[in-house]
């Protein structure tokens, strides 16, 4: 009798005990947390909020949910490292291109910016602002190379003038002088420089509404038609006025203006 009880009591305790191991093994709220805190990244990434993970672990089936979460962590940070290297590798593919990283595309301002660094040669080719800005921002414009300085090149020398010499100058014609050039027939101009005939209608083709004078080229006087010494000098020219004039030469004193 005593034997079958004892026999009794003995498996009721290993049954209590049975039944007491999971509320035993069971974790607290704060151990719970702390598993999803550590695993956070992959507990979001798997939609696992906390208070269901925690819900979970409570009841005891976190053991299984841990080890799972480990793992999809694991893979995720696989996943990432590849994406970080497949990324990476399209950097380096972009640089060597000279597109921008990661398919980016520069802002207005950063466009004009470059315009502006290179105003000059862009306005050379013709190239405007709004078009570079808008060839920049599509990643087709290329940086325009800063345009070299013109090269200024040195006028030649000017030639020093030529010294001129001047005739010297000759004695007033006498009365004497004047009767005989009357008789003489007017001889043929011999031109020394600019706007000096030789004909007196070559200097009236010249000026036709001006003055036709004789120069005489020795002595810078010039005379009008109608007296002795037009046209019978020794050396002289036909010349409008106001070439004489320009040229140094003054009318003669004892003649009248026409």
Not at 74 to 89: R, V
Not at 214 to 229: E, M, P, V
Request: one cysteine or more; proline letters at 5%; a positive charge.
């Amino acid at each position: 009798m005593k034997t079958s009880l004892a026999g009794a009591l003995l498996g009721s305790a290993i049954i209590g005990v049975m039944a007491l191991a999971p509320v035993a093994n069971a974790k607290t709220a704060k151990e719970c947390r702390a598993e999803w805190t550590a695993n956070k990244a992959a507990n979001q990434a798997k939609g696992i909020t906390e208070k269901a993970y925690v819900d979970e672990c409570r009841g005891g089936a976190s053991a299984d949910k841990s080890k799972a979460n480990e793992k999809a962590s694991t893979a995720a940070e696989k996943k990432s490292t590849a994406a970080e290297k497949k990324s990476e590798g399209k950097e380096k593919a972009a640089d060597k291109m000279g597109a921008p990283a990661g398919g980016e595309k520069k802002t207005a301002k950063e466009c004009r910016a470059e315009w502006t660094a290179n105003k000059a040669a862009n306005q050379a080719k013709g190239v405007t602002e709004k078009a570079y800005v808008d060839q920049c921002r599509n990643g087709t414009a290329a940086a325009t190379p800063a345009a070299a300085p013109a090269e200024t090149k040195m006028a030649p020398p000017v030639a020093a003038p030529k010294d001129t010499k001047m005739a010297p100058p000759m004695a007033p014609a006498n009365s004497n002088t004047k009767s005989n050039a009357k008789t003489e027939t007017p001889g043929t101009g011999k031109p020394e420089g600019a706007n000096q005939f030789a004909a007196e209608n070559a200097a009236k083709a010249h000026c036709p509404a001006g003055l036709v004078v004789w120069a005489n080229l020795d002595s810078k006087i010039y005379h009008f038609s109608g007296h002795a010494d037009y046209g019978h000098t020794k050396e002289g020219a036909y010349m409008c006025e106001k070439d004489a004039m320009s040229q140094g030469l003054r009318a003669a004193k004892n003649e009248k203006h026409p």
